[in-house]
C-alpha cells in the first residue's frame, strides 16, 4: 500500500442496504477525514478524525457514521442507504501541522437505487 | 455562513497564461489551498498560502490578500494537461477545511 486507498472504487446499492466503505493509509498521518463530492457542489466533509479513537461530525453526518480504532483505518458506514446518498466520496488524511496538506484516497463512486 | 466562491468554467489557450480567482467569508482564517483535481481522480495538492503575498512554485503561483479575502491561482504556459478543476479551500478557526465549488479549466489548442 502506498498512499491512502480506498475500496470498493465503485458500488451500486439498493436503497435501505447497509454498506461500509474502506479507507486505509499507510502514511501514519494522525487526521483522516471522509468527504462527498457532488456536481456543482464543493468538497463537504462527512465526519473526521484528528487522531486514533476519536471521531468527530462534520457539514453533512446524517446517515453516516465511523469509527477510528486505529492510526491506519478510517471506515465509513451507511446504515440504510437512499438515493440522496448516491455521491463520490473520498477518505482524505493529513498529519494535522500548521500548513500540510490533505492527501486524498481514489474515492469510490456510489450508487443508490 | 461560510462561503467559498470560484469561476464555474474557465477557457484558455495553450501555452497562455490563466487567473483563476477565489473569494471567500469564513469564521476565521487558517490558510488557503489550491487543489488540482482531473476528471475521475482525486485532488491533489498545488499550493498553501496563510500570509499575504505571492508563491510561486513553477508554472503555478497562488496570491492571498487577507484583509480583501480574496486568492487567485495563476498558471502560466499552459499545457493540454493542465486541464483540470482547480478547487480552492480555507481552513476555518476549527482547522476544518471549507471547499469551494471548484473552476474547471478548458484549454484549447
Known sequence: IAGITQAPTSQILAAGRRMTLRCTQDMRHNAMYWYRQ?????????????????TGKGEVPDGYSVSRANTDDFPLTLASAVPSQTSVYFC???DGGENTEAFFGQGTRLTVV | GQNID???EMTATEG???QINC???TSGFNGLF???QHAGEAPTFLSYNVLDGLEEKGRFSSFLSRSKGYSYLLLKELQMKDSASYL???RDSNYQLIWGAGTK?????
Open chain 2, 16 to 18: 497562455a497564461i490563466v
Open chain 2, 34 to 36: 489550491w487543489y488540482q
Open chain 2, 6 to 8: 470560484q469561476p464555474t
Open chain 2, 105 to 109: 479549466l478548458i484549454i484549447k489548442p
Open chain 2, 23 to 25: 473569494t471567500y467569508q
Open chain 2, 88 to 90: 480552492c479551500a480555507v
Open chain 1, 92 to 94: 482524505a488524511s493529513s
Open chain 1, 38 to 54: 457532488d456536481l456543482g457542489l464543493g468538497l463537504r466533509l462527512i465526519h473526521y478524525s484528528n487522531t486514533a479513537g476519536t
